[in-house]
């Protein structure tokens, strides 16, 4: 639960600059009076979405003192609304390009970048390409993929955790995208909060390692659920490892079972053949 | 999930809300959370309260109505109740249910002066 991660746009930079700022606004912590969540009633009958519970109902010692002075604006907005605006705007983009726009996600040292750079080099004399990267702080992954000759803007989300639609809009503005383009998008590494922001890309690329666990699918249901193919990488390191790809591969399955799944090394090459020709497919 | 983040897009609603219907100040802000949101309505109340403060919602009450989880059982074809994100189906135990109800995240309404 990210209550402290500050997640709002302050610290933002976009290829080093400051991204579109919201008005910050702090106040003193304050005395807050809340009602801890009370055990639900009997569950709603099925098919009537019966509204169970109300946390910080009006005290019934209060009285409106003035009741003739309020009135009711009813509004039905959904709090990711505008994250999800932003995603089509982004996907109208790519769409009017032909352009494949993908999102990889996984957890810090899957090999995201590393990948990314393989991926990069065997593709380069066939495809335009781009990439956004996403990190806390440093310029470090957009500078090696950079020196692949392919462009890349990175965003560093100060205090965030994970990526928007908002901030890969502005990062746009920084490339070159001709028809046909393929983008990647490396989200922050994280494998919690990605999962619950559309970005506008054609789906997500979850990449996860051998030096992992094999209940990481699991232990992080949303994020594979939310992924149309998982990368399973760093399989050349099988032979010093107690990793049972056959658990992990069911595991995967278990919570998303349309989920395909590519087993590949991007230090020895091996299975990256099948996930170029994923790429190729899925544009 | 991110309680201070959902928060702001709460106060972003009210303002583009008083941008259209204009108002003085927010007095109770009605929110429909559903149970399978993962949203801690502890938390979104104490960062409602943070992040309003000097807005036209300072001092108004977050009230947050819980949505019951409902889901569709791909496997036995029945409409079920959920009480948590990843249940398995009631009827038949199966994992793929489609959450019906009870992931909304969304302001229903404003009492307002």
Known sequence: MCTTCGCGSHDVLIGGKAAAKRAARKGTQGAVSYRPRAEAAHPAPVNTPALILIHNPAPAAIHNPDPANTRRILVERDLLAKNDALAATNRAFFNARHMLALNLVSSPGSGKTTLLVRTIEALKNKKQMAVIEGDQQTENDAERIRATGVQAVQINTGKGCHLDAGMVGQALKQLSLPTESVLFIENVGNLVCPASFDLGEECKVVVLSVTEGEDKPLKYPDMFRAARLMLLNKCDLLPYLNFDVALATANARRVNPDIEI?????????????????????Q | MHEMSLAESVLQIIEDTARVQPFKRVRTVVLEIGVLSAVEPEAMIFCFDAVTRGSIAEGARLEIVDVAGTGWCMECGKNVNLSERYGLCPECGDARVEITSGNEMRVKDLEVE
């Open chain 1, 262 to 282: 590519i087993q590949l090394s991007a230090t020895s090459g091996a299975g990256m053949d099948e996930w170029l020709e994923w790429i190729a497919r899925a």
